[in-house]
């Protein structure tokens, strides 16, 4: 019944205005109601965009980014990977009151779960050897990390694993 | 340093380095050797700004020393003071030369040297303080992505902040063509308010403090 008598005033309000276009509102309109002979179309052709490329068992992209103010109680690995894991964008490193000392710690950290989170989830390591050193190579669209492993290289296997 | 000067380790997260910015601080009270002495201002009670350098560290609850020189001509009756980031809010009633009369707003503890906001004051401070200046250079060589500029408060202070961005990279060889970092000013006085267009154009994004919202529905 409201939404008849709020379908009835805006289209009132409609004819009195020269604008063409009423913004209809919830209220104003139901599934299957017509406005001037037309039904208000319920679907829109555009592809909703955070289904496209599903990553890392979410239900896909993020669109919206997090700004995260890393503090004392985040800085650490363990919370900050977390914080990471769960949709992180931006570090705000807040310099009214942060040493460097601390900031420091917090990009060290954030570089050290960002790789842990990368190698986990979303890339392919490869270990080949190079100038004697066997080393691990991991790719991704977003950077290449190389990094010494601690296994003595092996003189039989020249060739990339 | 990559053969293009720029620093070698590239979050693949954004840094937003948020500078503390150009700030006002009261003074020292009178008494505080252990540096956590506080006074309690109480409703209702009245109490004067001083600017002048003899309550540098003599503040009392009657007598609060404010150490920006032009504080009585930036203010105007009616117009609110916040000590500690609103801890305590004062309304300016009576200004006077080098001093200004406030009622407290609510009650609250004050330690030495606590932060001082003029949220509705056009104050002829600088852009950068001396440690925003260090700090915009040290977060990049730590490939920082954003700085947000804290109590922009004109068109000019943006630029003032671009300059510096530029000649840090220059002095830290950065290649030409490496992206500097964005400028996000904060509108946290009237004074930004009154320059926002300004702003706008000059910055690459904005924020806006909650506070000033609601200082200006008070």
């Known amino acids: 019944m409201f939404s008849r008598i709020a379908l009835s005033t805006a289209l009132k309000s409609a004819s009195r205005s020269s604008r063409s276009f009423v913004q209809p509102t919830r209220a104003a309109l139901k599934i299957g109601e017509t406005r001037g002979g037309v039904a208000l179309s319920t679907k829109f052709d555009l592809p909703d965009p955070g289904r496209f490329c599903p990553i890392r068992g979410t239900k896909g992209i993020q669109l919206t980014k997090i700004v995260a103010t890393i503090g004392p109680t985040s800085e650490q690995l363990g919370p900050l990977t977390e914080v990471c894991e769960n949709g992180l964008s931006v570090m705000r490193l807040n310099f009214s009151h942060a040493t460097t000392e601390e900031v420091e710690l917090r990009l060290t950290n954030l570089e050290a779960a960002e790789v842990s989170l990368e190698n986990v989830k979303n890339y392919f390591p490869i270990i080949c050897h190079f100038n004697e050193w066997l080393f691990h190579i991991v790719i991704s669209k977003y950077l290449l990390l190389y990094y010494p492993t601690t296994t003595k290289p092996n003189p039989n296997n020249n060739d990339c694993i | 340093m990559s053969p293009s000067g720029a620093p070698e380790t590239q979050h693949i997260r954004s840094l937003l380095l948020d500078t503390r910015g150009p700030e006002i601080r009261s003074g020292k009270l009178k008494d505080d050797e252990s540096g956590h002495h506080t006074i309690t201002l109480e409703k209702g009670n009245t109490i004067t700004l001083q600017t002048s350098a003899e309550y540098a560290e003599a503040s009392t609850e009657h007598d609060l020393y404010i150490n920006y020189a032009g504080l ?141 919202k609601e200082s200006f529905q008070q």
């Open chain 2, 72 to 212: 009585s001509k930036s203010l105007n009756p009616g117009m609110k003071v916040l000590l500690d980031d609103g801890a305590v809010i004062m309304t300016v009633t009576e200004v006077g030369d080098g001093t200004v009369t406030c009622s407290i707003d609510n009650s609250g503890d004050i330690r030495s040297r606590a932060g001082v906001n003029l949220p509705m004051a056009e104050t002829d401070l600088p852009a950068m303080s001396d440690k925003d200046k260090a700090d915009i250079k040290y977060g990049m060589t730590k490939d920082i992505d954003f700085i947000a500029a804290s109590f922009v408060q004109s068109a000019e202070g943006v630029r003032e902040i671009k300059e510096h961005v530029k000649n840090c990279a220059k002095e830290l060889g950065w290649a030409d063509d490496y992206p500097l970092p964005k400028i996000i000013s904060k509108i946290e006085s009237a004074s930004a308010l009154i320059h926002f267009d300004d702003i706008l154009n000059e910055s690459d994004g904005m924020f806006s403090s909650l506070f000033l």
